[in-house]
């Protein structure tokens, strides 16, 4: 079933109330009651929130004694029955706040009742019938609050019954009805027409707040998409070009060069199978990139059971380079209870670590080192100072190698230390949340089966 949110005026009625028709108007009137929020609950200035509280309490305590002192001082009415009806036609204005249609309703049939109890005492002169000075006023005041939360269909049911109430009192007594009914159901309109005016503006406005509200963020995803898809095209155009071109010539160098060693032979391969890995890495980037959502991310990414091919192609370029795995960290990667992000953050600190190492400190030692305990995985690369004769391939860094780090270990939980060492070396560290192991299932013994 489809709601109004809090706040907004009601726009629909029951089913019933949809069709044309006395029966539909009269169907609008006794729907189901509208949720408990006030007139106006959907607004952003919270005096404007408050408003309608002190605005029916005072309508309340002003309309209740007038009444009274009208009723029993101007038409003669006994106390008792004054007060009775002055708590009718005036009380329920507390419920205008959230409920104005039943609020109506108990005014509606006390006006009536009133109208009738006066036409049972005699006519003095001055007097108004059948609708007192207090019931116009009052009545007009409940139906801007109705007029302010109710749709169309309902504000003419309330208007044609309040024609039709005054209609058959004056049928009833001619000679005493002096215009009054007829002023009301005029004055009714006037109300209900611009409270409704008002009420539809005010819809109006919100759906156009919400209508740019959506089209803002469709914009903005908009952008987003296109400047994926410019940087796939950057990477495409720059980065998998030039990773192509050396792939084709580290496979192509043993032919066109003559009397290459095995040790040549072999280092050019290398350099053409991490030639591929690293465009298949950007294909897999590329396709992310350019899907909305992340769909296209299909093949499997790198984890730690690839650690020892990357630490075995970095002893290839030239840095000498050991790797300890931890016999329960294999254990735990075989059965799978590394989770993916954590898998992946340990194989790019460790990838991201030895490029860094390779470029800054070319030939120093360097050691991996990863490990599990109290709950943790622990994930240490340490290399030593460069030798002398070596000098670095890159003298200055952009940095953003150890923001990434930072960024993966934030996603996971995790901790990350990094730092130079008192010997000219450099140290990265961190540590990675695991989840609790799974203990295996007892066997079942012969009295359980």
């Known amino acids: 079933m489809q709601t109004s949110p809090p706040g907004a005026p009601h726009t629909g009625g029951s089913p019933g109330a949809a069709r044309r028709g006395p029966g ?19 607004s952003p200035r919270r005096w404007l929130r408050l408003l309608p509280y002190p605005v029916v309490l005072a ?21 008792g029955i004054a007060g009775a009806l002055a708590v009718g036609q005036a009380a329920p204005m507390l419920m205008l706040a959230h409920r104005p249609l039943h609020a109506w309703w108990i005014v509606f049939a ?8 006066l036409l049972g005492l005699p006519e003095r002169e001055g007097t108004i019938w059948p609708w007192t000075p207090p019931v116009v006023v009052g009545y007009l005041f409940v139906l801007l609050a109705l007029a302010l939360r109710e749709n169309r269909r309902v504000l003419t049911g309330v208007w044609l019954a309040t024609g039709a109430a005054g209609l058959v009192l004056h049928l009833v007594a001619p000679g005493r009805s002096d215009g009054g009914a007829l002023l009301l159901w005029v004055l009714s309109a006037v109300v209900l027409v611009i409270g409704g005016a008002v009420r539809e503006r005010s819809e109006a406005q919100r759906r156009l707040v919400e209508q740019e509200t959506i089209s803002e963020a469709e914009r903005a995803r908009r952008t ?14 720059v980065v998998a070009h030039h990773m192509s071109v050396i792939t084709v010539q580290a496979d192509s160098a043993p032919y066109r060069i003559g009397g290459l060693s095995d040790e040549a032979r072999a280092e050019f391969s290398s350099i053409a199978g991490s030639a591929r890995e690293s465009l298949s890495e950007m294909r897999r980037l590329l396709s992310v990139l350019r899907s909305d959502g992340g769909q296209g991310e299909l093949a499997p990414q790198p984890g730690l059971g690839r650690l020892q091919q990357l630490v075995e192609a970095t002893v290839r370029a030239g840095l000498p380079a050991e790797l300890s795995l931890a016999t329960e960290v294999r254990d735990a990667v075989e059965r799978g209870d590394v989770p993916q992000a954590v898998d992946l953050s340990a194989y790019r600190i460790v990838q991201e670590a030895l490029a860094n190492a390779v470029r800054h400190a070319p030939g120093a030692r360097t050691r991996v080192s990863v490990t599990a305990s109290d709950g943790h ?15 670095p ?9 150890l923001v990434g780090m930072r960024e ?14 008192p010997d000219g070396g450099f140290r990265v560290a961190a540590r990675l949340p695991l ?11 012969p009295e359980d089966q």
């Open 408 to 421: 993966r270990v934030r996603l996971t939980g995790g901790t990350l230390d990094t730092g130079p060492l």
């Open 224 to 237: 987003l998409l296109e400047e994926r898809t410019r940087i796939a095209r950057e990477l495409h155009d």
């Open 377 to 391: 995985l622990t994930v240490l690369v340490v290399n030593g100072p460069p030798p002398k004769a070596a000098s």
């Open 59 to 79: 309508l309340t305590s002003v309309f209740v004694p007038v009444t009274i002192q009208v009723l029993a001082n101007d038409y003669g009415v006994p106390g």
């Open 24 to 42: 539909g108007f009269a169907r609008g009137l006794l729907r189901a009651p509208q949720p408990l929020t006030s007139l106006f609950a959907g």
């Open 435 to 445: 989840p609790p192991a799974r203990r295996p299932s007892a066997p079942l013994t």
């Open 393 to 401: 391939l890159e003298v200055t860094g952009t940095g953003h190698g």
């Open 110 to 117: 006390a006006d009536v009742a009133g109208a009738l109890v």
